[in-house]
């Protein structure tokens, strides 16, 4: 599987397609001129049914390639998502400092406003 290098074969896969080359490539108990070209017919099958596992494993290889981009693009939506829910937590929580600082000042102009009116203004000359 190693030398194979195909990313999510399993050993099951492996033995499906070993046992499936064997039961092709038995040798013949008689042969003749028959059996000769049935062993060419043979190979012929055999090389074709290689060529059909070396496509239906780079099939499953594009199916495994696209299931890790779905699933990469599921990851990327949710922090995408969380993200968004993060910033606006965070601006709103500015929000309600920038109000709490404005009504503390709103408050300070108010007494100065009431202290000037009691009298404690001294207009400058």
Partial sequence: MGVM??????????????QKFRLGKQ???????????DAAGLDMR??????GI???TMNDRNVHINEALRMQMEVQRRLHEQLEKHLQMRIEAQGKYMQTILEKACQTLTA???GMAMGSYKPIK
């Fill in 54 to 56: 070396i496509g239906r």
């Fill in 5 to 18: 290098g195909v990313k999510g074969l399993t050993l099951y896969h492996l033995k499906s397609h070993l």
């Fill in 112 to 114: 100065g406003d009431a």
């Fill in 27 to 37: 040798p013949h108990k008689e042969f003749n001129d028959h059996s000769a070209k």
């Fill in 46 to 51: 055999n090389a074709a049914s290689s060529s």
